[in-house]
Nanobody, 117 residues
Framework: VQLQACGGGLVQSGGSLRLSCAAS????????MGWYRQAPGKQRELVAV???????NYADSVKGRFTISRDNAKNTVYLQMNSLKPEDTAVYYC????????????WGQGTLVTVSS
């Protein structure tokens, strides 16, 4: 399973960015997809996840500003980020869970989001 993420970059505070992540390869059993982030000196944390049926869960810090969505036909997950803040600066990682005999996590390569004040 390969996860190809793109869409990061540099944006001013209050701006917007859209991340996307496409899953390919042996993706039979593709289930929940989502985004995590890791800021310098901090642990990786959940940003938002979405199930194959469309149920979503967000970190409190991004509720009302970020929207996660997915296109099951394209095996792609998106993260629309609005009203960005400097504290949103981090490397954002795409995650996919494959469910077969068990659950296995796959990670994308990470895309850097930098929000300037």
């Amino acid at each position: 399973v390969q996860l190809q993420a793109c869409g990061g970059g540099l944006v001013q505070s209050g701006g917007s960015l859209r991340l996307s992540c496409a899953a390919s390869g042996s993706i039979f059993g593709l289930n929940t997809m989502g985004w995590y982030r890791q800021a310098p000196g901090k642990q990786r944390e959940l940003v938002a996840v979405i199930s194959s049926g469309g149920s979503t869960n967000y970190a409190d810090s991004v509720k009302g500003r970020f929207t996660i969505s997915r296109d099951n036909a394209k095996n792609t997950v998106y993260l629309q980020m609005n009203s960005l803040k400097p504290e949103d600066t981090a490397v954002y990682y795409c995650n996919a869970k494959i469910v077969r005999s068990g659950v296995r996590d796959y990670w994308g390569q990470g895309t850097l989001v930098t929000v300037s004040s």
